[in-house]
């Protein structure tokens, strides 16, 4: 990609976005009528096909080669104390999960999903949004890119999450900044009561710092973004232009997906979210973005966690659409 400036790129690739196959949902739609018309409605799992179809571009989708791609940055706004966690432990968060012992390792390897796990230069934290821009247009654009190479490997489904310190702050300061609300809409309460008091202050100082550049979905990224939150919106990108379906997970891959719904709404029409969890700033997230989960197991923020249980609903529910017969009159 060249242009004149870093996110025009961007901007052009969002002004051309591929639509779903609608030959290969009309025919499994079809289909769909004609199995439920043998007594077993098939509720949401016939939703999830039919739109599963589209997407592939299959009457009789199927998900064969499922991938878990999680992104991991740093935040200097996590100098303050903004998490229940210290601020240099998303670089053990990351070893551990390289080391095969998070709790999305055994999903992947339970039900046959690879994994990648993204470290996006932990040593070098983005600027702290309370005080300045995250990073320049030039530095977000190229994370992007990155992003976009990422989903790379021939998946038929990509579940995207991420991991870290401070994500989720930032997150909630991006989507406030996009979606307007109180502060305290966005966040989960943590820890010690000022705990959550410090998070409120530094997301109102932040998105009131930034607030007269805001109305660029795309420049609302660099200054209140992160590396993390710019590479899942790459990905999310690259996925729509290879018309490769989406399962997102947690409230940092719903404040990247806010990024290209605030350019153009449909173009998240290829995503999904895995599952509801207990932060009220997801919830809110999901509602604003039309995004309606697909489980809800009382979980709370991480790993891929979600997202990939979210798949293997999907997955279970094209197997069953291609593997019921109908029955001769």
């Given at each position: 990609m060249t242009s004149g400036l870093p996110f025009d790129d961007y901007r052009d690739l969002l002004r051309r976005l591929p639509e779903a196959d609608k030959a290969a949902r009309r025919d499994a739609e079809a289909r769909l009528r004609l199995l439920e018309g043998q007594g077993v409605p098939l509720g949401r799992m016939g939703e999830l096909v039919v739109w599963l179809a589209g997407w592939q571009g299959r009457s009789q989708p199927q998900i064969s080669r499922p991938m878990v791609t999680l992104f991991a940055g740093t935040h200097g706004i996590a100098k303050h104390g903004i998490s229940t966690r210290k601020a240099n432990e998303t670089q053990a968060m990351v070893e551990f999960c390289?080391?095969?012992?998070?709790?999305?390792?055994?999903?992947?390897?339970?039900?046959?999903?690879?994994?990648k796990v993204f470290d996006l230069a932990l040593h070098l934290p983005v600027d702290d949004i309370s005080e300045g821009p995250a990073f320049d247009e030039r530095g977000c654009a190229v994370t992007m890119a990155f992003g976009m190479e990422a989903i790379a490997g021939g998946a038929d489904l990509i579940c995207i999450g991420s991991l870290g310190v401070g994500g989720e702050t930032v997150a909630a300061a991006l989507l406030m900044a996009l979606h307007g609300r109180a502060a305290l809409d966005w966040i989960e309460p943590v820890g010690e009561p000022d705990l959550t008091e410090r998070r409120i202050r530094l997301i109102d100082k932040a998105v009131e710092l930034h607030g007269g550049h805001v109305k660029d979905p795309l420049e609302a990224l660099r200054r209140l973004g992160g590396r993390e939150i710019a590479a899942i919106a790459g990905a999310i990108l690259a996925a729509r232009m290879e018309r490769v379906p989406v399962v997102l997970d947690g409230i940092v891959s719903l404040a990247a997906a806010a990024v290209l719904h605030g350019v153009r709404p449909d173009a998240i029409d290829h995503c999904l979210l895995g599952h509801a969890t207990t932060n009220r700033g997801q919830r809110h997230a999901a509602q604003m973005l039309g995004l309606k989960p697909i489980l809800d197991l009382e979980m709370g923020e991480g790993e891929g966690i979600g997202a990939a249980m979210g798949a293997l609903v999907l997955k279970n529910a094209a197997q069953t659409f291609g593997s019921m017969t109908l029955r001769q009159n």
């Open positions: 390289a080391a095969g012992g998070a709790a999305i390792n055994q999903i992947c390897a339970a039900n046959d999903f690879g994994l």
